[in-house]
């Protein structure tokens, strides 16, 4: 029977399998967590020997500190049952709807 209901959602999905895993935001928020430590590292150990590479070091620990936050949030996103754009359109309108905001004209 869960074979059954599995095959249905996989075609549902359009065939991607990986939306079927439930417990991907362990994995999200692991590789940031990995990303937001070895920035911290990189940024304790400082320029080094050379200051010549100070610039490219400081890029690379500047995009661990920004992938890290955007893990982070997708992680957040995937723990909550957000997994598709419609759910988070879905999200915003109850969101609207619960402080009584009239609801937005949309040009289509």
Known sequence: MQAEEEEQQHKENGGNYR???ADT?????GA???QFGWAVVLYRKGSGAHSTSMPFRA??????FVGAGAT????????SGIHKVEDLIQLGANIRTG??????ARDE
């Open 25 to 29: 935001h362990f994995l999200w928020a």
């Open 72 to 79: 982070a949030a997708f992680a957040g996103l995937r723990a």
């Open 99 to 104: 402080l009584g905001v009239q609801r937005r």
């Open 19 to 21: 939306t079927l895993m």
């Open 32 to 34: 940031s967590a990995a």
């Open 59 to 64: 890029f690379a620990v500047a995009s661990l």
